[in-house]
């Protein structure tokens, strides 16, 4: 009878998948750039692939980097540019240690500039405002090359409040601090309702731009490799299903984003496939990462800030 137990207690063990799940935690950004993951957790896609993923909102990247680097988190979304500024010692703070690598794509510039209803045109922003999350990375050298593009010079033609994550910019917009910022989806479209005035989409404005991208310490990857070829996996079947599902990816949409009619999620879901949206196979844009680089004067192909390994040894398995 013993043995029994025993080998009936062994047989459990080996189909069930609690026993063998790594636990990790994520930080990110606000907004539906966030589908791929919110679809992995809610399928239990994670799960699947060994993991028990836990999602949080920064703040913004000045949090987001200091958590990433205290180990809180192991993964994180976030800029591209953000992990350039900060290798190259120009961030929101300094790590002596600091380590972020992008292992993966998240999506190509995918933000509006959205100003206050009183503003109607790009020449309405002199003399005003405009609210970012960091002064020196992230959103907001997009933001200042398209106002430069527009004829308008930072400190020089407006001015700039740093406050922090999309929310922040948005509370920025609605009290009056600032009279222009970058806000992603379902934001924009929200404010849009509101009145507020879309001036224009930072992907149709750039081009081809590696916006935000799936990141973790070189450190932790180096000594969790499984771990981290198990994320990127989950992460490839994510994109790929919310580019053949749509009935699921914009249900997901419509649990996620409140207030939103039909035809909104539709419209949502077509910027989100279309061009300057997500990367359909989670892999970092070679011709978007050569345009951040240009934006920052930052010479080289790049391969400083990223580790496309684990998104081909996912790909192999």
Not at 204 to 221: D, F, P
Not at 291 to 305: E, I, M, Q, W
Request: aromatic share 6%; hydrophobic share 40%.
């Amino acid at each position: 009878m013993r043995v029994i137990i025993a080998s009936a207690a062994l047989a459990v063990l080996a189909i069930s998948p609690v026993w063998a799940q790594t636990e990790v935690s994520m930080i990110s950004f606000g907004g539906a750039t966030n589908l791929p993951v919110w679809m992995a957790l809610d399928r239990g896609m994670f799960e699947k692939n060994g993991l028990k993923v836990k999602m949080d909102q920064t703040a913004g990247s000045k949090e987001q980097m200091a958590d990433l680097m205290s180990g809180k988190y192991q993964f994180a979304t976030t800029a591209f540019d953000n992990i350039v500024a900060h290798t190259e010692g120009q961030g929101s703070a300094q790590f002596a240690n600091y380590d972020l690598t992008a292992i993966g794509g998240v999506h190509s510039g995918l933000n509006s500039i959205v100003a206050r209803p009183e503003v109607k045109t790009w020449n309405d922003l002199r003399g005003k405002v405009a609210s970012v999350d960091s002064p020196s990375s992230g959103y907001a050298t997009v933001l200042y090359e398209i106002l430069q593009g527009k004829g308008l010079i930072k400190d020089k033609d407006y001015t700039i409040i740093s406050v922090g994550g999309t929310g922040a910019r948005v509370d920025s917009l609605k009290d009056g601090r600032a009279a222009v910022a970058v806000v992603s989806s379902p934001q924009d479209m929200q404010l849009e309702k509101e009145g507020f005035t879309i001036l224009g989409d930072a992907a149709a404005a750039l081009g081809e731009y590696q916006g935000s991208v799936y990141a973790t310490r070189r450190s932790y990857a180096k000594a969790n490799e499984k771990t981290v070829v198990a994320f990127m996996k989950t992460i490839q079947q994510a994109h790929e299903l919310l580019f053949t599902d749509k009935a699921a990816a914009i249900a997901m949409l419509k649990q996620r984003s409140k207030g939103l009619s039909d035809s909104d999620l539709e419209l949502m879901y077509k910027r989100l496939t279309g061009p300057g949206g997500l990367n359909r196979d989670s892999d970092v844009n070679q011709k978007g990462v050569a345009a951040v680089l240009r934006l920052r004067g930052t010479p080289g192909d790049g391969s400083k800030y990223m580790d496309a390994s684990f998104s081909k040894k996912a790909r192999a398995n």
